[in-house]
Structures are given as structure tokens and as C-alpha cells.
């Protein structure tokens, strides 16, 4: 008997328009751990692995995951793994048997742990195929998901067929250049407020701990062309350190000694009687690094933030 299937709403994310970003799409390529399986073979873990066999086809389907007879439990899991990390827009998730059942789904994050992306309170039992495509929102990249199922609802097995995930090599409104994602912003203000808003965005004020990123970072301004300075998260630690200072790049709450030296003639030129503790590319002067204030109103600019 087919039961009521409740309405279930798709939300799909709005792909990103960046012209130099691809979006990826990746099928799961191996996985890492899972509760149990069936078997070892057409019903087993590996199942989950690349597109799908079965869907859309459902029930009873070989080419899926399904968990152990006398494993039908609320506890069940699988964790799988994607070839690149991305910032992820969507997961689906393909169900070709006693679908509904998706619990939990978490991410593994840069410091290997696993953060919850999506949860309902209770899994449903939806006795169609479907692709499971729960609105998500994840701000570190991504190459490995948990997927948790509750198999007590149907009181039977839950069948997987396949994995995709979508996702950018940076988030919204960064960019990629080289290996790292910025968000160049052109509003104009202080060295504090960049760096509270970078922090908003879930990043921080740009770090440029090789002089290679810093000298791209300077042709990509000098080719905008906008006139404007633009702050980055150097920032002088101990102004009263002979030689300019003690400078560091600050990230997430930690600090990097500046290991090069690319200010402009004179600076950094600060001082106790006049305190100029954090740095931007200096429009004036071809974007070299000028030291500055941190809180003030006559220098204002734009800023990078990095994620
Ligand atoms: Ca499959
Ligand atoms: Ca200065």
C-alpha cells in the first residue's frame, strides 16, 4: 500500500555566476565508515559509491546500500568521501528504497570534525524514489559527509543509491585567486571596520604570508584601477619595537610574524604620538603596504577578506 507522501519541498541553491569558478558536481568515491551492510556485495556500503544504478527506480533494488538484517535500527550511518573539498551549495542524496529516513547529515571540517548541516526531528517514510535535496549551509570547505538514517520508521531497510555533492571552490562573493578565496570590497572604511566586516562574512581580513600572494594581490588592485586603498590584516603588534615594529598577519584569532618586508619608502612610519598599527595597500604610491590608523576617518578604504 502506498502511504501519504507528504510535500516535500526541494530548495536548491542558487548557483554562483562567477565567470572564473566552476561549480563541481562529485559522486561519492569512497567510502569510510559505515553501521553495517547487508552484504558484501550488491547490496553492500560500496554501493553508495559513484551515479546512480537503480534510481529512479524503487524498492528492492540491488545497487544500493542497505544495513544489516537485525541492524534496523535508528542508529544507522554512512560516511563517505568526495575527491575535492568545495564550499557546498546542495548535497542529494538519490533513495531508492523506504526513502524519508535521513536523520542527520554532518560535514567534516578542516579541524576533522563533524559538524551537523542538517537534521529533522523525525524521519519520515516516503514509499517512492526520490532525490533528497535538504537546504544546507556550510561556510568551510568540504570533502566528507555523515550520513545518518533511522531505519525504525519503516521498520525495514533503507535503500541508498548514490551521493552527489555541489559546490565552488570558494564561497559566495570570493573569488579564487591562486590557492586562495578573497573578496575584494570597495565601500570605504576604517582598518577596524574591515576587519569586522571580513569577520561577518565568515573570514577574515586578508593574510598575505608570502611576498608571491602579495605581489598578485597588487597587480589584480593597479589593474582595477579604482583609486582607492585597500586594507589587509597586517597588524603591528608592539609599535614601540625598533625597526617599524612587530608585524603579523592576524587570522582567526591567530598571529603570523611578517616574514618580508614590502612597505613603500618611509614606512611604516608610526609611532607612539602616532599610533599606525594596521597596514593597507596604498593607492598613492602603486600599492605598496603603508602602515596606518586603525580607527580613523581620513584614510578610508576598501578591504580583502580571505576565507
Ligand atoms: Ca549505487
Ligand atoms: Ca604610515
Redesign the pocket.
Known amino acids: 500500500m502506498w502511504s501519504q507522501c507528504p510535500v516535500i519541498l526541494l530548495l536548491f541553491a542558487v548557483f554562483t555566476s562567477h565567470k572564473t569558478q566552476a561549480i563541481k558536481h562529485q559522486w561519492a568515491s569512497e567510502v569510510t565508515n559505515f553501521s553495517s551492510q547487508y552484504n558484501a556485495g550488491s547490496y553492500s556500503a560500496k554501493?553508495?559509491?559513484?551515479?546512480?544504478?537503480?534510481?529512479p527506480r524503487y524498492g528492492g533494488t540491488k545497487?544500493?546500500?542497505i544495513q544489516a538484517t537485525g541492524q534496523l535500527n535508528g542508529h544507522q550511518f554512512i560516511e563517505v568521501k568526495f575527491r575535492d573539498k568545495v564550499f557546498l551549495t546542495n548535497v542529494v542524496i538519490?533513495e531508492?528504497g523506504n526513502a524519508g529516513s535521513v536523520k542527520r547529515i554532518l560535514a567534516k571540517d578542516v579541524q576533522n570534525r563533524w559538524i551537523e548541516i542538517f537534521w529533522v526531528l523525525h524521519a519520515v517514510l516516503i514509499q517512492k524514489a526520490r532525490k533528497f535535496s535538504p537546504k544546507i549551509k556550510v561556510n568551510f570547505p568540504v570533502n566528507e559527509l555523515r550520513i545518518e538514517v533511522d531505519c525504525s520508521v519503516s521498520r525495514s531497510y533503507v535503500y541508498?543509491?548514490?551521493v552527489k555533492i555541489v559546490g565552488d571552490d570558494c564561497p559566495r562573493q570570493f573569488k579564487k585567486y591562486g590557492d586562495s578565496c578573497y573578496m575584494i570590497k570597495k565601500d570605504r572604511v576604517s582598518a577596524d571596520m574591515a576587519f569586522a566586516n571580513c569577520l561577518e562574512t565568515g573570514g577574515y581580513l586578508a593574510n598575505f604570508e608570502t611576498l608571491e600572494e602579495a605581489m598578485s594581490m597588487k597587480k589584480i588592485l593597479k589593474k582595477m584601477n579604482t583609486g582607492l586603498h585597500f586594507y589587509v590584516g597586517g597588524r603591528n603588534i608592539n609599535r614601540r619595537k625598533p625597526g617599524g615594529g612587530d608585524w603579523r598577519w592576524i587570522r582567526n584569532g591567530k598571529m603570523m610574524k611578517m616574514t618580508y618586508h614590502a612597505f613603500g619608502a618611509g614606512q611604516p612610519d608610526g609611532s607612539d604620538s602616532s599610533p599606525q598599527d594596521c597596514m593597507f595597500f596604498y593607492a598613492g604610491e602603486r600599492y605598496t603596504f603603508h602602515d596606518v590608523y586603525c580607527d580613523n576617518g581620513s584614510y578610508l578604504g576598501g578591504y580583502i577578506c580571505e576565507i
Open positions: 554501493q553508495i559509491l559513484g551515479k546512480p544504478d537503480m534510481y545497487g544500493s546500500w538519490y531508492t541508498i543509491d548514490a
